[in-house]
């Protein structure tokens, strides 16, 4: 019996002696001391009840650990929930409500706080970024373990994205989703054991975690594993890179370095860049001063990578380049025609890397993924005479900020709870290190006056961060067509140089 995902993945690794991961300190763990201790913790989740199917949810910081973990839960016939490091006890709560995990792993700093978020007779376990707490002092397990007999349909990992009403869906991606695009990348990225991929993303999101992570280990590759970005840190270490994955604010931040230059790099061959739309100007910035061109790639939570710039071939900017080989992409009208090159309209996507469906949410999968495999993505784009993939456009006005997803609607339904507040709309507008920054613009209540920092304030400890505005904007009323639509464009348009410098 075979273990689709953790056999793919460790299987050929077990006992190895190369470098697997490369600390920020300079220390290195082996393929085959991650394969051991992803036993001994697959061991120690059977042995607090995990069965096959069952749920762990994990919100930790960044560490050896915790990827560990994650091949743990993998190896143990469990799925993988993880959880943004940002999100406050009420938004854990939820997604622990939703998904009912046997198994909640969070920061001993957290654990405090369980009351918040846990149910009284959950388990919660803790794993730190420094590779202690509970869940490590009682793996005090065997490292021999068999894997989990788990098939290509089979569960893997369930992602939450958050949903236009308030409501996160969770992303179900099987064993065949994660291995199938994986091994498309590989491909198609030139990726082989001797490359050493340089990982400053977190690992609670796809691009972390499954582009990157599972990325290396399938090509055999090594990682320097970064906690977090820090340009510092990242041109010290660059020289000892072949690879590097990041969103445009990573490169932002590199190009406002001096010392960043072409002789830094002269060792790397790829740079790829996603997670949010990269300005063609920074992608013309940074040839100038390196003489690499980023490779731009697209994708989404619910499908993993679904295009990508070529390897070999014109790097355009702009552009996200063309659909992945075994991914198949489309451009609709509203009635659902599919539209000729050229024409603007909702992306559509179909392959085996495309999810299973939302978690509990038959009828919004059923809407979102139609019985014969094409799922609307949401976003709008073209396909130009040349054959490459555009993004024009984002439906359900999503906001991309920093690499993160925000959906508008989640922080509305909270600012317009707050006093003075007639109603809200919050919308992304450009930002020059985070790609688009967020705004709320308030219609003040009759005989109100609301308090933009009282309303930053009032969020601090119901969202996220990176979900919060950075500006509120105070106004009589907001814009609206004959529908009575709030009309959102017109206000990305009225204040998109607020962030301009």
């Known amino acids: 019996m075979t273990n689709t995902l953790f056999d793919a993945l460790m299987g050929p690794h ?75 006890p009420a938004e854990i709560a939820y997604f622990v409500g939703d998904a009912e995990p046997a198994l909640v792993i969070c920061d001993p700093a957290r654990e405090g706080k369980r009351a918040d978020f846990m149910p009284a007779d959950g388990k919660l376990m803790t794993l730190g970024a420094d590779g202690k707490g509970s869940l490590i002092e009682a793996a005090a397990h065997d490292e021999a373990h068999d894997p989990v007999a788990r098939e290509g349909g089979d569960l893997a990992a369930i992602l939450y994205t958050s949903g236009t009403t308030g409501r996160s869906k969770g992303a ?42 599972n990325v290396m280990i399938l090509s055999g590759g090594a990682m320097i594993w970064l906690p977090k970005f820090d340009a510092a840190q990242v041109v010290g270490l660059l020289p000892q890179a072949t690879t590097m994955m990041g969103v445009p604010t990573f490169y932002t931040r590199l190009l406002d370095r001096p010392d960043f230059d072409r002789e830094l790099v002269a060792g790397m061959r790829l740079f790829t860049s996603g997670s949010a739309p990269l300005l063609a100007e920074t992608h013309r910035a940074f040839e100038d001063r390196t003489g690499h061109r980023i490779l731009e790639r697209y994708g989404m939570t619910e499908t993993n990578m679904n295009t990508s710039n070529p390897y070999d071939g014109e790097r355009r900017a ?37 999810f299973q469906g939302y978690w509990r949410m038959p009828e919004k999968t059923a809407e979102e993924l139609g019985a014969d495999g094409w ?82 304030d009032g969020l601090a400890d119901r969202l996220a961060r990176f979900k919060q505005p950075k500006k509120v904007i105070v106004v009589d009323e907001l814009p609206r067509n004959t529908m009575g639509k709030v009309q959102k464009a017109a206000l990305r348009a009225e204040h998109g140089a607020l962030f301009r410098t």
């Open 318 to 354: 702009g552009t996200v380049g063309f659909p992945l080989p075994g991914v198949e992409l489309r451009i609709v009208g509203e009635d659902g025609a599919e539209l000729s090159q050229g024409e603007i309209g909702q992306i559509e996507v179909r392959g085996d890397n495309v």
């Open 375 to 456: 799922f609307k993505t949401g976003d709008l784009g073209m396909i130009d005479a040349d054959g490459y993939v555009s993004i024009v456009g984002r439906g359900k006005d999503l906001i991309i900020s920093g690499g993160f997803n925000i959906y508008p609607k989640e922080v509305e339904l909270l600012i317009d709870e707050m006093p003075g507040v007639l109603e809200s709309a919050v919308i992304g507008v450009p930002h020059p290190d985070f790609g688009e920054g967020v705004v709320a613009v308030v219609a003040r209540a009759k005989d109100a006056e609301p308090d933009p920092q009282a309303i930053i």
């Open 172 to 213: 179900m991606l099987s064993h065949d989703n994660l291995l199938s695009n994986a091994r498309t990348l590989v491909d198609a990225w030139r990726f082989t054991s001797e490359d050493v991929l340089l990982h400053a993303l977190p690992i609670f999101h796809t691009h972390g975690l499954f582009v990157a992570s």
């Open 14 to 88: 077990e006992g190895s002696a190369r470098d697997f991961l490369i600390l920020g300190d300079g220390k290195r763990i082996s393929y085959g001391e991650m394969h051991r201790l992803s036993g001994r913790l697959a061991n120690l989740l059977q042995a607090e009840g995990l069965k096959p199917g069952d749920r762990v949810a994990v919100q930790v910081e960044k560490s050896p650990e915790a990827l560990a973990l994650y091949l743990a839960t993998v190896r143990a016939g469990g799925v993988f929930l993880p959880l943004n490091t940002a999100y406050t």
